[in-house]
């Protein structure tokens, strides 16, 4: 089969790789559609290495038609060649084929296509990660989201939204913050222009401080943001894209008693994915079957321009997910 390979000049390249051979517990998933994440062009740079038994190739979610079902999978008897699915995936989705564990896969909501059920997996499951297993959502809350034009905020922002949260997010231009009015954020904060710690006091001031923070920046705006975030604040650090330090007042922080939480999806147990994708297809399926909710998707390649969608996602001009196809129909 063929995937895409960083070449010998540095750049990707649609190659010749061996077919997958999935186990008894696994599918074998013949892809349509994959999507980008940051965590791609992190792992390109070296930094964020795929969890062991996972390809080589970059890719963390997929959506396509199930080809072959391993021993275990046919008796258990969810799953049959012929589905349609989507899934989470550890790596390996910049591919003709990749094999899955059953637990990773999800029925497509009814009304969507391919490309967009491969914009969910990995930004809804984030999104599910972050609000409720690490920052225990509750109606009311209120929820900084860094990075408002990103593909985990068009996630994060309508999932919080819909539970009950008034929501803060960040951009760093005007028109980014007229691309993502959409998304119906309560505050959008153009961090070129004022401080975030700023927003922080003034929100606490008025009597309703943020209580969550998803940060996927980093750097000095966490350790100034913290003094003044409301009692038993929980700052959920997910990346650090802007810096990987700061100084925190370490008093105010046990005082308050905030809690700073660093956390990923890809490197939690299959276990805890599968609990996390069965809470998604209960709760934020039907929000996007019947319209409430939808995947937001700034643009499809085709796979072999694969290094074209990752210059784009390196501007950070882009605004929600970039999906790759890699075939022409039936998407």
């Known amino acids: 089969m063929h995937a895409v390979l960083v070449g010998d000049d540095g750049k990707l390249h649609w190659s010749v790789v061996p077919d997958p051979e999935p186990k008894e517990d696994e599918v074998l998933l013949e892809i349509h559609a994959t ?9 390109r740079a ?29 008796e258990e008897g ?4 012929g589905d349609q699915v989507c899934a989470l995936l550890g790596g390996g989705g910049y591919a003709e084929y990749v094999a899955v564990p059953s637990g990773m896969l999800m029925p497509i909501p009814r009304g969507l296509s391919m490309i967009e059920a491969a914009a969910l997996p ?25 990075a408002g034009a990103s593909g985990l905020a068009s996630a994060v922002i309508p999932v919080a939204k819909a539970y009950g949260a ?11 913050a007229k691309a993502i009015a959409y998304l119906k954020a ?50 959920i650090m997910i990346a650090t894209l802007a810096g990987d330090y ?21 490197s939690r147990t299959p276990e805890q994915k599968s609990d996390i994708l069965a809470r998604m297809v209960r709760e934020i399926w039907p929000m996007l079957e019947n319209g409430s909710i939808h995947p937001a998707i700034f643009k499809v390649l085709p796979i072999q321009q694969a290094e074209e969608a990752h210059a784009i996602m390196a501007s950070g001009k882009h605004v929600g997910k970039i999906v790759l196809t890699t075939k022409s129909t039936g998407i």
């Not at 969810?78 to 060649?81: A, L, N, Q």
């Not at 990660?129 to 509750?138: A, E, P, R, S, T």
Request: net charge negative; glycine share 10%; charged share 20%.
């Open 186 to 235: 309560d505050i959008v904060v153009n961090s070129t222009r004022q401080k975030l710690a700023d927003v922080f006091k003034a929100e606490l001031e008025a009597g309703h401080g943020v209580d969550i923070a998803i940060d996927c920046l980093g750097d000095a705006p966490v350790g100034e943001c913290l003094p003044y975030m409301n009692v038993g604040g929980r700052w």
């Open 122 to 146: 990995e930004v809804f499951g984030a999104a599910c990660l972050f609000l409720f297993y690490d920052g225990n959502l509750q109606k009311g809350e209120t929820l900084l989201m860094q």
């Open 166 to 176: 008034r929501v803060i997010t960040t951009v760093i231009s005007d028109d980014q």
């Open 246 to 266: 700061t100084n925190v007042d370490l008093r105010s922080m046990y005082v308050r008693r905030t809690r700073l939480i660093g956390t990923t999806l890809r």
């Open 46 to 74: 070296g930094q964020y290495p795929p969890p062991a038994g996972w390809p080589e190739w970059f890719g963390l979610e997929a959506a396509g038609v199930i080809q072959a079902v391993g021993p275990r999978v046919e």
């Open 78 to 81: 969810k799953w049959h060649v």
């Open 35 to 43: 999507a980008l994440n940051r965590a791609d062009l992190l792992q």
